[in-house]
């Protein structure tokens, strides 16, 4: 019995996936393919196929909305769960707001901004999911998901056991959490806002997505900054200083627009972006001193 058939026994076959292409999935638009791939629809389902997966002794791997990963060219093994749309949903009453972990950020920044209010106009441009947010800490334009998180649920991918933590005991610093170091998943997040006037917190958002606009390479595809910010430096600026924008392996390039991205110009590889970070890593330590760390998370095995 291959590992499809097995999960097709007792999950749902309309959304479960078999040799998936990890470039539909990925903001990269690279990746080879997901040997099983998983869409629940809530807890239940979740902590079914986690179940699963342990009486199989394969590997699970979970993801949002692809905006911060690399997927290596030969794929993945194992199951990928991606909480997408199928787990989504968000309810606000009062300052407080509850979303789901497939819930994109974009739509959970206008979902507080028709409800006037203020806290999340940061995350109005950041392409990720809140499952993924949460984990990473997403944050742009000194905002990040910590600011405004009251508490998150989380699922012990061992025992599909859910518990509700405050924000005390998410440990979310500079993209990282207490969900990434210990592979628990995000299932849902709490946030506590503040009233605002609408047509100011629009404003807000129109100026920031004006400067992304401006600053990045949008209309390529990428996961966003490429390397983390080292303490005391921009990474984008260490790169240009190095003199590597417009830098290409195949058709992955050091955007001119932003260095600190890397883009794919159209038919990169996994295998073109791993190896121009690489040379980028060596070239900035080679003129600065400092090591660049990946932002972007590295996953799957090579052709």
């Known amino acids: 019995m291959s590992l499809y058939d097995f ?5 749902p076959e309309e959304r479960l996936l078999k040799d998936e292409p990890m470039s539909r999935h990925t903001t990269f638009h690279v990746g080879g393919p ?8 809530g807890e239940e389902e979740l902590a079914q196929a986690l179940l ?11 993801m949002g909305r692809g905006s911060n990963l690399l997927v290596r060219d030969g794929g993945i093994k194992g199951l990928v769960i991606l909480m997408g749309e199928s787990f989504s949903g968000i309810r606000i009453e009062a300052n407080d707001v509850y979303a789901k972990a497939g819930d994109g950020l974009i739509r959970l920044a206008g979902a507080a901004y028709e409800a006037g209010l203020s806290g999340l106009e940061f ?66 997040a709490h946030f506590r806002l ?23 390479p949008l209309s390529f595809p990428s996961a966003g900054s ?40 159209g038919g990169a590889t996994a295998s073109d972006i791993l190896a121009l970070m690489k040379y980028v890593t060596e070239r900035v330590l080679e003129t600065s001193g400092v090591t660049l760390e990946p932002e972007v998370r590295i996953i799957g095995s090579d052709a």
């Open 7 to 11: 999960f097709a026994v007792r999950l």
């Open 34 to 41: 997901a040997e099983v791939m998983f869409l629940p629809s």
């Open 52 to 62: 699963m997966a342990k009486e199989a002794a394969c590997p699970v791997f979970f």
């Open 123 to 188: 995350a109005s441009g950041i392409p990720g999911s809140v499952g993924g947010g949460m984990a990473m800490n997403a944050g742009a334009y000194g905002g990040q998901l910590s600011d405004v998180t009251v508490s998150a649920r989380l699922m012990d991918v061992n025992t599909g056991e859910v518990r509700e933590l405050p924000i005390e005991e998410l440990k979310m610093g500079y993209r990282e959490s207490r969900a990434l170091s210990n592979g628990e998943i995000v299932t849902g």
């Open 194 to 216: 503040k009233p605002g006037d609408k047509a100011e917190i629009k404003a807000l958002m129109d100026e920031l997505n004006r400067r992304r606009r401006e600053k990045q």
């Open 226 to 265: 490429t390397f983390k910010r080292p303490t005391g430096y921009f990474a984008g600026a260490l790169i240009e200083q190095a003199g590597l924008k417009g830098a290409s392996v195949g058709s992955a390039e050091v955007s001119t627009l932003h260095a600190g991205f890397i883009i794919n110009r």
